[in-house]
């Protein structure tokens, strides 16, 4: 079997679904609440992004799926349901074989998630060999075959590479080779090209975007970007203060922002080459997760919030088919 | 003894000893044929084997009041060229001239005179800021060293500073930590302001913020120019960024200036094939919009050995056969657009 060959799955199934995630920090001045009741699916052949700013829960989120949050964090309730079966009730022996061969992901900095001491090749094929039992010479074809799938150039010389030998471009194509080696079939994608250059990040979107297609992977892409999500991905979910506030398809969200705290988003990031003098900000800053409003947590700095805002805490409605938003005031 | 060293000190430029004031929209920073050079291998007492060409000849000017935008990707020269503007970095050759004094001849008194006209404002507002000083302490720090108040008028001068960035009074004796990343950097435009500087090289101020944060420090920064007639050399690898704070923008490929134009014109009518291939890559927050991009191969190759002519060369699509043979010039066209590509060459005057 060949990496590039597209898989048989039901593309209406759900592959992942994730229910009610609370995923929790014991800090010594309270509890955080990361990650406070999160649901969404990933279907085969499709791109979830989630988006958000920093604290929000996203990468705590991604963590959560794969059972990598380590103390004092903690996943506290919930259900991830990978083909229907709860990871979170599997032992960690056999969640290790879900990994890497049923979902792979794709970390931000590949400087610090490749090891420095060995050479590309043999770090991928460590992470096909945990998985498959193939000869020597069979994982270095396999490791070749994922180098050439992220096309990276002379894919035979950059297997003997040391991490530290390629640019940032290509360490994070080797990152991709080596989560795509053992064919997951789902992909986590989190900030893979935040720490690239614009015309790099563009090869890399393009390439992730190709691979979907054609292996037929589901994707979770995680960004802070809302013009990444514009364009790679299928659906959206946004997050603040561990809270998905607003889910849909792009095309929804994009055009019929609802909730306000989306609305701000798209006005803060403007337009390329527009010619407003000022940009609309939103005040303030992110709450804290261990002092969090009471009722919505986005009123203090919602331009539309009333005081029934500060009694009520909004959960996600659907208000337009397939669309929904947690606030009152939409 | 008054404990104000002169009523005008702060925020005129009048005060200032070093060079004259300059009208609005007159040249305030002039900078010919800059290089900054780094030779690297060989070791202690070895001899270099190789140079890297960090910037590599860029003339450029900022005028008052205005921000001349920088945008480039990593290891453009980007950075190199403000600090070398500042002196931070002393240059290898070329030319700064600031109000028409050369810049690169001060030393001692002078050039110390010279930091008070021009300041910095560092991207990473967590490494900038000395953890153990106090916000009072930080932004008064350069009252102090040029004399400028002491005692109740410099407290009063660091309260003011901070009301002005949008902090409160209240935050004087507090700690680095104990604030945001947005709050951190307003702490350290306090800081370039409290010195009444005319002109701000501002080093990739907002890239460590969160859009909604960086909305905010955009917005102070643009108050901070129509109050005061700053000047801003604003760098960024960011051109959603560079498009809402630049009255011109500069691109830079290799440690050179590939292309610059007014804001309006160099987003609309972008000529150089690499500003083309940066502006297309910028992700659209328009799902229905699928731009047609221009793909680059490759990664930018290294300053150490740059490509011979054109140092875009090797990745441009419209590569011809003296682009491989004779470097562009800058040469400037209508509508003040100045281009480096012998295929696509500025507008014709």
């Given at each position: 079997?060949?990496?590039?060959?597209?898989?048989?799955?039901?593309?209406?199934?759900?592959?992942?679904?994730?229910?009610?995630?609370?995923?929790?920090?014991?800090?010594?001045?309270?509890?955080?609440?990361?990650?406070?009741?999160?649901?969404?699916?990933?279907?085969?052949?499709?791109?979830?992004?989630?988006?958000?700013?920093?604290?929000?829960g996203k990468s705590v989120t991604a963590l959560s799926i794969l059972r990598l949050v380590s103390p004092p964090g903690r996943i506290v309730s919930g259900a991830i349901l990978y083909k229907g079966q709860d990871l979170l009730g599997l032992s960690e022996r056999s969640m290790r074989h879900v990994r890497g061969k049923e979902i792979a992901m794709v970390f931000q900095e590949p400087?610090?998630?490749?090891?420095?001491?060995?050479t590309i090749g043999s770090q991928i094929g460590e992470a096909v060999r945990l998985h498959q039992r193939l000869g020597r010479a069979a994982t270095r074809a396999r490791v070749i075959e994922a180098l050439r799938l992220v096309e990276m150039p002379e894919p035979e010389r950059r297997a003997r590479s040391y991490?530290?030998?390629?640019?940032?471009?290509?360490?994070?194509?080797?990152?991709?080779?080596?989560?795509?080696?053992?064919?997951?079939?789902?992909?986590?994608?989190?900030?893979?090209t935040t720490a690239l250059d614009v015309t790099i990040q563009a090869q890399i979107l393009e390439l992730l975007r190709g691979l979907r297609e054609r292996l037929g992977m589901a994707m979770l892409l995680i960004t802070h970007d809302l013009g990444i999500i514009a364009e790679h991905a299928d659906d959206v979910a946004v997050m603040y203060a561990g809270r998905i506030v607003e889910y849909g398809s792009v095309l929804d969200v994009f055009e019929r922002p609802l909730?306000?705290?989306?609305?701000?988003?798209?006005?803060?990031?403007?337009?390329?080459?527009?010619?407003?003098?000022?940009?609309?900000?939103?005040?303030g800053t992110v709450p804290s997760l261990l002092r969090l409003p009471s009722g919505c947590r986005f009123r203090d700095r919602c331009p539309c919030a009333i005081d029934e805002c500060a009694k009520v805490d909004p959960v996600l409605e659907e208000k337009a088919p397939g669309h929904t938003a947690a606030c009152i005031r939409v | 003894m008054s404990d104000v060293v002169s009523p005008n000190a702060l925020g005129s430029a009048a005060s200032h000893v070093v060079a004259p004031p300059v009208p609005a929209g007159a040249p305030l920073v002039e900078v010919r044929g800059l290089r900054k050079e780094y030779p690297i291998g060989g070791g202690f007492l070895g001899r270099a084997r190789a140079t890297v060409h960090?910037?590599?000849?860029?003339?450029?000017?900022?005028?008052?009041?205005?921000?001349?935008?920088?945008?480039?990707?990593?290891?453009?020269?980007?950075?190199?060229?403000?600090?070398?503007?500042?002196?931070?970095?002393e240059p290898t050759a070329g030319s700064v001239s600031f109000g028409g004094r050369d810049v690169l001849a001060l030393s001692g008194r002078d050039l110390r005179a010279m930091r008070r006209d021009m300041q910095i404002v560092f991207q990473d507002p967590y490494a900038s800021l000395n953890p153990r000083m106090r916000i009072g302490a930080i932004v008064a720090e350069g009252i102090e060293i040029h004399g400028l108040a002491r005692g109740a008028a410099k407290r009063a001068r660091v309260h003011e500073l901070l009301e002005k960035v949008g902090l409160s009074p209240e935050h004087y004796d507090r700690y680095p930590h104990e604030f945001s990343g947005g709050q951190r950097q307003r702490v350290g435009i306090?800081?370039?302001?409290?010195?009444?500087?005319?002109?701000?090289?501002?080093?990739?101020?907002?890239?460590?913020?969160?859009?909604?944060?960086?909305?905010?420090?955009?917005?102070?920064?643009?108050?901070?120019?129509?109050?005061?007639?700053?000047?801003?050399?604003?760098?960024?690898?960011?051109?959603?960024?560079?498009?809402?704070?630049?009255h011109r923008v500069a691109v830079m490929y290799l440690g050179k200036i590939v292309e610059q134009a007014p804001v309006a014109e160099l987003y609309r009518n972008p000529r150089h094939p690499y500003t083309r291939a940066l502006l297309s890559a910028v992700p659209v927050p328009d799902p229905r919009r699928r731009p047609d991009r221009i793909r680059l191969g490759g990664d930018v190759p290294s300053p150490v050995n740059p490509p011979t002519g054109c140092t875009f060369h090797p990745r441009c699509p419209y590569v011809e056969d003296r682009c491989r043979r004779d470097v562009p010039p800058l040469i400037e066209g209508a509508d003040e657009h100045a281009v480096a590509c012998h295929v696509f060459p500025a507008p014709p005057r």
């Open positions: 079997m060949t990496l590039a060959a597209p898989r048989a799955l039901d593309p209406a199934m759900p592959l992942l679904a994730v229910r009610e995630l609370h995923t929790h920090f014991e800090t010594a001045e309270g509890v955080a609440r990361a990650v406070d009741g999160v649901s969404f699916t990933l279907r085969p052949g499709r791109t979830l992004g989630l988006v958000g700013e920093s604290g929000c400087m610090t998630s490749l090891n420095p001491v060995f991490p530290h030998e390629l640019s940032g471009g290509m360490r994070q194509r080797a990152m991709i080779a080596m989560a795509l080696a053992c064919e997951p079939n789902v992909l986590i994608a989190d900030e893979p909730h306000p705290y989306t609305i701000a988003l798209m006005e803060a990031v403007g337009r390329l080459g527009g010619d407003e003098r000022y940009l609309e900000a939103l005040p | 960090a910037v590599a000849g860029v003339d450029l000017t900022v005028r008052t009041g205005e921000t001349l935008g920088i945008v480039g990707e990593s290891g453009s020269g980007k950075s190199t060229l403000g600090r070398c503007i500042l002196r931070l970095t306090a800081r370039a302001l409290a010195v009444g500087p005319r002109f701000i090289v501002a080093d990739e101020p907002v890239s460590a913020l969160d859009v909604s944060i960086q909305a905010q420090v955009l917005n102070l920064l643009r108050r901070l120019q129509d109050e005061m007639r700053l000047a801003y050399l604003f760098i960024s690898h960011d051109l959603r960024v560079v498009a809402h704070v630049s």
